[in-house]
């Protein structure tokens, strides 16, 4: 098991900003294919974005596009999520998962497709 730490959610109001982070704290960070989900309640965990193990290859929700972008810092080890032009709609807790891949680097954007995840961080925005 990686136990990865999420941080960085709160509220904010309707046209704001936050920024998620992540950290493994097991594992080796260059190695893992990583990414975004995230659930509101009563409704099913849903994809947001995804990056490769190099950070050369990304994918976002069309609901996100734009508005939200991943990156990730192998030298220290972090996952990152800007989100700007926050909507209400984006309510949710945020969950980030890490499946470790060897080979060519690959994006991954299905929840079956990850083995670890965070206990997530809720963010919560206002109109």
Known sequence: QVPLVE???GLVQAGGSLRLSCVPSGGTFSRFAM??????PGKERE?????????GRTSYADSVKGRFTISRDN????LYLQMNSLKPEDTAAYYCAADERSGE???????GG??????GTPVAVSS
Do not use: D, L
């Not at 994809?47 to 950070?55: D, E, H, K, L």
């Open 105 to 111: 680097p690959v994006i991954i954007t299905t929840k």
């Open 75 to 78: 030298a220290q080890h972090t």
């Open 114 to 119: 990850y083995v670890y995840w965070g206990q």
């Open 7 to 9: 941080s960085g959610g």
């Open 35 to 40: 990414g975004w989900f995230r659930q509101a």
């Open 47 to 55: 994809f947001v974005a995804a990056i490769s193990r190099t950070g």
